[in-house]
């Protein structure tokens, strides 16, 4: 499987990542999880990249380019792999298509998560995620607790809201996405690469995406 997972903030491209992996041996590749981890370990990538996080803006293409550039060519990633907040801007998605004419890889398809801003508002300010950078798994104080209270069940690491899911960051988040990231579903309709999936259960999404390979 060789996809890119689009749609804004909170539709769920996290969890369907983790859910398409346990079904098949695809990697998950998310930019925010890379980032994340270089700010934490505070490398020179996550010195440059926090500011920008943590106000809900994109990180410069130059510094996500590298990055994804040299991740497409190690081994885990010959059997297959799910993007998840990669492509995020016209330039990340030429610069994608170069890269992988290079590598003489093919996309599958593009599977665009359309959802409400408003389930989108609400599952965002919700949304907790396990501090342990190896983890992270995802939780919801509404809809997916943790069994002890901000305790990872997973990996026993505190539970913690990230930055940038502050109600302004996310706003602003949900704007950046709008603005630069919404000009994607068109690039990739012309290429005829567009799978639109309404997000309604998470089992729903993962099983189109499965019958759509
Ligand atoms: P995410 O977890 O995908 O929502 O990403 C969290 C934050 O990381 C975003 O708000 C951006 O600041 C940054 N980020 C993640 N992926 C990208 C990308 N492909 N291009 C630029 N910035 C990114």
């Known amino acids: 499987m060789r996809i890119i997972l689009l749609g804004a903030p909170g539709a769920g491209k996290g969890t369907i990542s983790k859910l398409l992996t346990a079904r098949n041996e695809s990697v998950h590749i998310s930019t925010g999880d890379i980032l994340r981890n270089a700010v934490k370990e505070q490398t020179p990538l996550g010195k440059k990249a926090k500011q920008y996080m943590d106000s809900g803006d994109l990180v410069p293409d130059s510094l996500i380019m590298g990055i994804m550039e040299e991740r497409l060519q190690e081994p885990d990633c010959q059997k297959g792999f799910i993007f998840d907040g990669f492509p995020r801007t016209i330039p990340q998605a ?45 939780y919801n104080i509404k809809s997916m607790p943790t069994k002890v209270e901000d305790i ?27 603005i630069q990231t919404t000009p994607l579903v068109d690039y990739y309709s012309q290429k005829g690469l567009l799978k639109n999936i309404k997000a309604l259960s998470s089992d729903d999404v993962v099983n189109e995406i499965m019958a759509g390979l």
């Open 94 to 138: 030429e610069a994608l298509d170069e890269i992988l004419a290079k590598l003489n890889i093919q996309l599958d398809f593009v599977a665009n998560l359309d959802v409400d801003v408003d389930v989108v508002l609400d599952r965002l300010t919700t949304r907790r995620t396990c501090s342990n950078p190896s983890c992270q798994a995802i």
């Open 152 to 178: 990872c069940d997973k990996c026993g690491s505190p539970v913690i809201q990230r930055s940038d899911e502050t109600k302004e960051a996310i706003l602003n988040r949900l704007e950046t996405y709008n």
